[in-house]
């Protein structure tokens, strides 16, 4: 059996233009190209400062997102701190009932009932906002409300 010849390419020296090393080449090579008339050449200038123009407005899009996230992220921390300190407050109201009774006689099932209402917001709240913090801390996406008054 004989063996194939191996391929060589090999290239020494300095070269001041285009190189090609091919073993067969089949139909037209073209380096470079024609001039680029100074017409395209301005319109090329355009639309790469178009798209820097973008780029950088999309930056700048992103970066008020991200602060306006951060402040969400803070009203949530100080949410889920006011929802335990209101859990507190409703868990005493029960305590103070059923130690002293309620304050006006006859409504103590409209006290007792109060303080449920406020407990569940309260658990309620501090569940949301541990969840919106924990989300944030992970790094992942959080839908900030586009209205402050659904913060």
Not at 59 to 77: I, L, P, S
Not at 122 to 139: D, F, K, Y
Request: hydrophobic share 45%.
């Amino acid at each position: 059996m004989s063996e194939q010849p191996g391929t060589r390419n090999e290239l020494s020296g300095h070269v001041g233009g285009n190189v090609v090393q091919a073993g067969a080449i089949h139909g037209d090579v073209v380096f470079g190209g024609a001039p680029i008339s100074p017409e395209v050449q301005e319109a090329q200038r355009h639309w790469a400062q178009r798209q820097q123009r973008i780029a950088a407005a999309e930056a700048a899009q992103a970066a008020v997102g991200h602060r306006r996230a951060q402040q969400y992220v803070t009203v949530m921390r100080w949410r889920r701190r006011t929802s335990v300190l209101f859990l507190l407050l409703a868990g005493a109201a029960v305590v103070w009932e059923q130690m002293h009774g309620w304050v006006l006689p006859g409504r103590q099932q409209m006290g007792a009932l109060a303080a449920l209402l406020l407990g569940a917001a309260s658990v309620i709240g501090w569940v949301r906002a541990t969840l919106i913090i924990r989300r944030w801390n992970a790094r992942k996406t959080i839908k900030v409300p586009r209205s402050r008054l659904y913060w």
